[in-house]
């Protein structure tokens, strides 16, 4: 079926063209580069991976609660609203809930494998263009992906967020070399990380949890290739400079933080607006998970070398200061180890099943 007919809202035009600005820079020096870089392309190398084949996509998912997470999680919960919904209301909010969630994933990813491949496009070092080839093959795996989960397991789709396409267009529309990078690597990428974080380890549903699990390990070589090559930049920037890419990083964090409201599912069952958006405001889970979802990025920001008083006063403001000093090694390390745990235990159930299959066969063939 179209996608144009399982969009929940109208989604408007079928092509959103943002004019591109920048120069393409080629790279004459082929046979030298920084070391650590060159070894995150290599495991960007090693870990390509076949979604049709590593995720099992028979599992069924119930579309009124795809992704089994707690009915806190949706603002409406606990309000006049939801009193007087019946199983099946809530069934549809739940589902209306993770389309829009996974939808805005999908774009998303759309919008990484575009950055991505500006990247390759735009910046001037060779290694960084080898590594951001194999990150724009990633990218194009997690937009099937989600795109797939909407289509065959959900069968619903919400457009783009107006905050994430306006930071989208911010990154894509500045010529500058490295902006692609800070908007897509440091802040729609640690945000969509901790986001998929959070669904990950409170999903009850198989398939969900391998998804999120599975593209998670590829998100967290995308950020270190972020602060790898902004950090070395950002060291030789005049203080003018900083501090318009510190402006840059204080809006996207607003409007990322204003992206995860979900008010236009509450738009499309009747709710009006600035209701919606109190419920949102009010909703004691969604502001921790707001909070949360800053993990990634307030870090990652500090470690690049962008963290002057505007920008620290700003996370003050957001209540996520605090965050500046999570071990970002750290979680990557355990994105990592997750997924390969997900694989050994599944393809470890899958051999045992295998094992018992054979033996029944045996069996049945040796009686009389």
């Known amino acids: 079926m179209p996608t144009y007919d399982l969009y929940a809202m109208d989604p408007g035009a079928p092509l959103w063209q943002v004019p591109a600005t920048g120069a393409a820079r080629f790279s004459w020096e082929y046979d030298e580069g920084r070391e650590r870089l060159l070894a995150l392309y290599q495991k960007g190398k090693d870990k390509q991976w076949d979604a049709q084949k590593r995720i099992a996509w028979d599992l069924e998912v119930d579309p009124c609660d795809p992704l089994g997470t707690p009915d806190e999680a949706i603002s409406l919960y606990g309000t006049p609203y939801w009193a007087k919904m019946n199983d099946r209301d809530k069934g549809e909010l739940r589902k209306h809930f993770a389309s829009w969630q996974f939808s805005q994933f999908l774009h998303g990813e759309q919008g990484a494998m575009v950055c991505a491949a500006r990247i390759v496009e735009s910046v001037p070092d060779l290694d960084a263009k080898l590594y951001s080839a194999t990150q724009t093959m990633d990218e194009a795996r997690h937009a099937e992906i989600y795109s797939r989960f909407l289509h065959e397991k959900i069968g619903m789709v919400y457009p783009v967020n107006d905050n994430l396409r306006a930071l989208l267009g ?23 990380l901790a986001a ?10 198989p398939l969900p949890k391998q998804i999120l699990a599975y593209v998670m390990q590829d998100e967290a070589r995308h950020v270190a290739f972020g602060r790898m090559a902004l950090r070395d930049y950002y060291k030789q920037l005049t203080d003018a400079e900083r501090r318009e890419r510190e402006d840059f990083v204080i809006e996207g964090c607003y409007l990322m933080r204003d992206r995860l409201r979900g008010v236009e599912v509450l738009e499309n069952f009747g709710i009006p607006t600035p209701e919606a ?11 921790i998970f707001r909070q949360l979802l800053f993990s990634r990025i307030v870090p990652c920001v500090k470690d690049i070398g962008l963290w002057g008083k505007r920008l620290q006063q700003a996370y003050v403001d957001m209540g996520v200061f605090e965050m500046g000093n999570t071990n970002l090694d750290l979680l990557m390390t355990q994105d990592e180890e997750i997924a390969e745990q997900l694989d050994a235990e599944r393809f470890a159930a899958e051999e045992e099943a295998r094992v018992a299959e054979v033996a029944e066969a045996i069996r049945v063939g040796a009686e009389p």
């Open 170 to 192: 911010d990154t894509l529309a500045d010529s500058r070399w490295d902006m692609p990078y800070l908007g897509m690597q440091v802040l729609i990428e640690g945000l969509a």
């Open 196 to 205: 998929f974080g959070l669904l990950r380890d409170t999903t009850d549903k």
């Open 277 to 287: 958006e109190e419920y949102s405001e009010r909703s004691e889970f969604l502001a």
